[in-house]
């Protein structure tokens, strides 16, 4: 079985990013799970806080459940035009202590979407995140993308897909990035 962690980088009650995962998580192929997360209870890091306390609850349960999964999909909101800073200082702790990087994120498969009001989808957003990724020697999936425009106009108030064209690119990018993750995990 290939598990997949989803990781929604919006608090938003109402998030999009959410509704995206949990629509993938129906969508997933035979012999596959997703598993959803959030940046919930993640303090902004802070060094001294560190090393007074270590690393909170919250990002040491976050941190376990992306050790546990054979890939990553990342659900990103865009904010102007780059990475939004609630999940960018979750990707920080879960990277804590120095040297805990390697276990949780080292040649992990990884991939990136997002779904926006905006007209443009995340483009700006996912290209902010290739540093990042290449920093912590994550895996990325570069062979499928999913930008998601306008998301008030494709999902309902309950955040379920009502577009037929966005279900059908869901579907395949979801395939598409088990079958990466199965490759890579061999």
């Known amino acids: 079985?290939?598990?997949?962690?989803?990781?929604?980088?919006?608090?938003?009650?109402?998030?999009?990013?959410?509704?995206?995962?949990?629509?993938?998580?129906?969508?997933?192929?035979?012999?596959?799970?997703?598993?959803?997360?959030?940046?919930?209870?993640?303090?902004?890091?802070?060094?001294?806080?560190?090393?007074?306390?270590?690393?909170?609850?919250?990002?040491?349960?976050?941190?376990?459940?992306?050790?546990?999964a054979d890939g990553l999909l990342i659900a990103s909101p865009e904010y102007n035009n780059s990475v939004p800073g609630g999940l960018k200082n979750a990707m920080d702790w879960l990277s804590r202590p120095q040297g805990d990087s390697t276990r949780v994120f080292n040649d992990r498969p990884v991939a990136i979407t997002g779904a926006t009001t905006g007209i443009y989808g995340t483009t700006q957003g996912q290209t902010a995140w290739l540093p990042v990724l290449r920093t912590l020697r994550m895996n990325p999936w570069f062979s499928g993308r999913l930008l998601v425009a306008r998301a008030q106009t494709l999902m309902d108030e309950q955040g379920n897909l009502t577009d037929e064209t966005l279900r059908k690119n869901l579907a395949e990018f979801v395939a598409g990035f088990v079958d990466f993750v199965r490759a890579s995990t061999r």
Do not use: C, F, Q, W
């Not at 993938?24 to 560190?50: F, Q, V």
């Open 1 to 68: 079985m290939i598990k997949i962690l989803g990781l929604s980088g919006s608090l938003r009650r109402g998030s999009h990013n959410t509704a995206l995962l949990r629509a993938a998580a129906e969508m997933m192929p035979e012999g596959s799970m997703l598993d959803i997360a959030t940046i919930e209870g993640i303090p902004i890091y802070n060094g001294d806080d560190e090393a007074e306390t270590g690393v909170p609850p919250a990002v040491r349960a976050l941190k376990d459940r992306v050790v546990a």
